[in-house]
Each structure stands twice: as C-alpha cells, then as structure tokens.
C-alpha cells in the first residue's frame, strides 16, 4: 500500500533543514550539523505551522542574540532572489518561512525599519504574506507607508507582497484590522502588473472584498474597465477571478457585469436529478434541456438544500456549464453529482433535500428529491 502524502514533510525534513543551515554555514555565521540535530530532535513530532516556529526558536539560539548582528547575518547567509525572469506559479520554498518568523519575534519592536528590510529581502526567497501581517497589526501606518513604496519595487514578489499583506482573509494568515479604503489605492496601483502572480492576488484580494462589500468590489473593477491600464484579456480574467463568489452566489449585479442579465428569456425542459431517491455515497444526474429566445451568454448552476444536523436546510451552489446559447437552439446539459459520505469538511445527512437550477444567478427550475 502506498504511503500516504504528508505536506509537512515534503516541506520541512532532514534535507530541507540542511539546506537553510548550509546558508549559514557557507556565510561563515554558524555550523550547519549543530542546527540540523537542535532541529529534528524534536521537529517530527509536529505539525507544519509548528515547524515553522520551532525553526525559527532554534535560528534564535544560533544567530547572534543583538538584532543587527543577527539581520547582518541573514542578510550574508540569503540565496539568490527567485528567477525574475519567471512571472507566475514562483512561491519560493517554505524553508525560508522560519527566517520571516524570526525577524517577527526578534526585530519588530527592536528595528522596525531594518526589519522591513529583511521582509523586503525575504519575500523575494519565499513570500511573507504571512509574517508582514504582524506587522500591519503592530504598526500599521508606517508599514503601508513602507507599501507605497514597494508597488513600484522592480521585483513582483515584493509588489505582490503588499497585495497579499493587505488581503482581508488571507487563507491562515492572521487578520488585520484594515479598512477596505485603505487597501483599495494600492490595488489600483497593482491591478495593471505584468506579472499575473501580481494581478492574481489583486483579484484574490476584490474577491476577499466582495464577501462583505460587494458593490466596492465590482465598482473598482467598473473603474478599472474606464481606466484601461491592463490588458483587456488579462483585466477579463481578473474579473471573472474577483467575482467568482459573487457569481456563485448569484449576485445579480455580479452577473450583469460580466454579461450574465438574470431576466433571459428561456424555457426550461426536463429538468431532474436521477434517481430522486438517493442513498449517501452514491452518484446522481442532474439533467436540463433550454431554449433561449435570443443568442445570450449562460452560466447555468445548481443550488441544493442540503439537510443539516437540526433539520433545517443550507444551499450549497454547484456548477454546470457556462455556453453561450443560440436563439431557439434547445442545449441539453447534464452532470453527475457525487454524494460523498466520508468528506471531513461537510457532512451529509438523511432527508428530504430539494435541487434547484439557477440561470444568471435566477432560480429558475426545483424539483424535491430524498437522501437516505
């Protein structure tokens, strides 16, 4: 049987702890095998973010205890910056993570200006999306005074940096405490890189908006269509990835500025899930046929309500085919949908459930179906 996959130790073993020593090594700061064995004596044991800390609580031991001694070292013990040549898809390795860590710990307070340095330096090994928060949260003007600086960095790792720093809910990042107006002139600024690791965060960031603003979220890019700095494909792109959870919310307005109009006209045929009477861990179709009355742009989903533990419902929004549709040319779509019983993130219950269709963001068709 084939061992199971572990993130944490594709990311954090022997030979990746190494390699960080063998920087501070080949910089004449400390012994690599020293740090090597302080580190994986206990590193095993733990999960990734705790790796993460555990690296950085053992830099704290081998590096020089004054904060500038210990910058000066990092600074020497650096890799080259990662391939500026490349303009996606280059997240740096997680090995340097720790050095991010350290530099909150020990220099935040002690050297802030130094310490953004380091940021500045770091980023450009391995993104400090997650570090630079810390310092949002500490000192908040002076680090976005810092920003304003870093949007026009000819590096994209720092440019991105203060796209992702900024980001309301970065995926496990601590939150920062920033208003949306804060945040939205650097995206202005970013929003027509030539770098799509650039403009991929910027539509992460709308799409981190749009879950508690919508309308801030789609008049920027309204203001970035007038604008016209980014490339019409690219800036396209970036709408669609902004509001993808607006669009899978069915947010009318959303829909209309893509050119999904929620009041198409059209008749629905035959719609239904088969059978309608299901038993978890089994598979599905769900099955339509439509007509338009005029050539128009669909995005054509379906909504379930599914049963939750105390017997009331929650939607949940699945995709279908998104097609532009010829005027009286009937298109049958169809899709096999999979009740899985063992997922760890939801859980599926037994009950009376409904399915719904959902054109442009408009119900459109339900039919009851049971979950046993």
């Not at 740090?35 to 555990?54: G, S």
């Not at 450009?124 to 600086?149: G, K, P, V, Y």
């Not at 038993?279 to 909504?303: E, H, I």
Request: charged share 25%; proline share 5%; with cysteine.
């Amino acid at each position: 049987m084939a061992e199971k996959y572990s993130l944490k130790d594709d990311l954090f073993n022997r030979d990746t702890v190494s390699l960080l020593a063998g920087h501070f090594e080949t910089a004449g700061v400390f012994a690599a095998h020293p740090f090597v064995v302080d580190v994986m004596a206990k590193m095993p044991a733990l999960e990734l973010k705790a790796r993460i800390n555990l690296i950085a609580q053992v830099l704290a031991r081998h590096l020089p205890q004054d904060f500038s001694a210990a910058a000066d070292a990092i600074s020497a013990a650096l890799p080259p910056p990662l391939d500026p040549a490349k303009n996606d898809d280059d997240f740096g390795h997680f090995i340097y993570a720790p050095l991010g860590v350290f530099v909150e710990n020990h220099g935040l307070e002690r050297d802030f200006d130094r310490s953004l340095d380091l940021i500045e330096a770091l980023t450009q090994r391995f993104s400090m999306e997650f570090s630079i928060r810390a310092f949002m949260n500490q000192r908040q003007d002076a680090t976005l005074e810092r920003m304003l600086d870093w949007v026009r960095h000819d590096s994209y790792h720092v440019r991105r940096l203060v796209s992702e720093g900024t980001r309301p809910r970065l995926p496990w990042g601590q939150n920062v405490g920033l208003a949306i107006a804060d945040s939205l002139p650097f995206l202005d600024q970013l929003h027509a890189d030539s770098t799509r690791f650039v403009t991929r965060s910027v539509a992460n960031h709308l799409n981190d908006i749009s879950k508690t603003a919508a309308d801030a979220c789609i008049d920027r890019l309204v203001a970035w269509q007038a604008a016209g700095m980014q490339q019409k494909k690219e800036l396209d792109w970036m709408r669609r990835h902004a509001l993808r959870g607006l669009l899978k919310a069915g947010n009318a307005r959303a829909m209309q500025h893509l050119g999904y109009h929620p009041d198409v006209a059209l008749e629905i045929a035959d719609f239904a899930i088969s059978p309608d009477l299901i038993r978890r861990g089994d598979r599905a179709a769900v099955s339509l046929t439509l007509t338009t009355q005029d050539d128009a742009p669909l995005m054509v989903d379906y909504v379930i309500d599914f049963v939750k533990a105390n017997g009331k419902t929650a939607p949940r929004v699945f995709k279908l085919k998104t097609l532009t549709a010829k005027a009286g040319d009937p298109l049958t779509v169809q899709k096999s949908h999979y009740f899985k019983d063992d997922a760890t993130t939801f859980v599926l219950y037994s009950g009376a459930h409904r399915i719904h269709l959902q054109v442009n963001g408009r119900i459109v068709a339900t039919r009851p179906f049971t979950l046993t």
